[in-house]
């Protein structure tokens, strides 16, 4: 009887956590619930496969692999704020997974002659914020992590530029959506910050 009540208990823990989801669903946003190490994060990760399992459409498929592939980002930004690195390779690759499942998603969906235009909007915005986030983390994180965050960068990339490829076949030129900047660019402007953060820390500009 008690064993019965404990697995009833987490049926309906689970079920809160998937209608709690699917209510913001339909935006995305950057933020972590719990992260690697918490308790209930198994619950969470748990009820983010209900929720998808439960989703038939493809486009909403496609939302919510997004807004799972930005909570992964989230959790490992957190983890690197706390110097805990153990599972940043894992939540770099689960990111860069999320993002390839949402792109299969859409493609799904126009295989079937399911139009919907603001799903690349989506996805241009949310692999920029992507991008900005691990170009900001991958040097804090230990050399043997560079890999995966450089894949998931590499990811988010590619799908930005598919996403806005597909907006401009749409409407032509966006000028609503933010647009990465190249990855050379990108580079010179990681190289300018560590100048500037060496030549900080000189002594003649310690004081």
């Given at each position: 009887?008690?064993?019965?009540?404990?697995?009833?208990?987490?049926?309906?823990?689970?079920?809160?956590?998937?209608?709690?989801?699917?209510?913001?669903s339909e935006k995305l946003s950057v933020q972590a619930g719990t992260?690697?190490?918490?308790?209930?994060?198994?619950?969470?990760?748990?009820?983010?496969?209900?929720?998808?399992?439960?989703?038939?459409?493809?486009?909403?498929?496609?939302?919510?692999?997004?807004?799972?592939?930005?909570?992964?980002?989230?959790?490992?930004?957190?983890?690197?704020?706390?110097?805990?690195?153990?599972?940043?390779?894992?939540?770099?690759?689960?990111?860069?997974?999320?993002?390839?499942?949402?792109?299969?998603?859409?493609?799904?969906?126009?295989?079937?002659?399911?139009?919907?235009?603001?799903?690349?909007?989506?996805?241009?915005?949310?692999?920029?914020?992507?991008?900005?986030?691990?170009?900001?983390?991958?040097?804090?994180?230990?050399?043997?992590?560079?890999?995966?965050?450089?894949?998931?960068?590499?990811?988010?990339?590619?799908?930005?530029?598919?996403?806005?490829?597909?907006?401009?076949?749409?409407?032509?030129?966006?000028?609503?959506?933010?647009?990465?900047?190249?990855?050379?660019?990108?580079?010179?402007?990681?190289?300018?910050?560590?100048?500037?953060e060496t030549k900080a820390m000189t002594p003649e500009h310690a004081?």
């Open positions: 009887m008690v064993k019965v009540k404990i697995f009833m208990g987490i049926i309906l823990l689970l079920l809160v956590a998937v209608f709690s989801s699917a209510q913001q992260i690697p190490g918490n308790l209930f994060y198994g619950l969470d990760r748990a009820a983010e496969s209900i929720q998808l399992a439960m989703t038939r459409d493809h486009i909403k498929k496609a939302e919510l692999h997004l807004e799972h592939a930005e909570e992964r980002l989230a959790e490992m930004n957190q983890m690197i704020e706390k110097n805990k690195f153990k599972h940043v390779e894992k939540l770099a690759k689960e990111q860069e997974d999320a993002l390839t499942d949402a792109e299969a998603e859409i493609a799904k969906a126009e295989a079937n002659g399911e139009k919907n235009d603001q799903i690349a909007h989506d996805v241009a915005a949310a692999t920029y914020k992507h991008i900005l986030l691990l170009t900001q983390v991958l040097d804090k994180v230990p050399e043997q992590a560079k890999e995966s965050i450089q894949h998931a960068l590499n990811a988010s990339v590619s799908g930005h530029q598919k996403a806005l490829m597909k907006i401009e076949s749409q409407i032509g030129k966006p000028e609503d959506v933010p647009k990465a900047k190249p990855q050379e660019a990108q580079d010179a402007e990681r190289e300018k910050v560590r100048e500037q004081n």
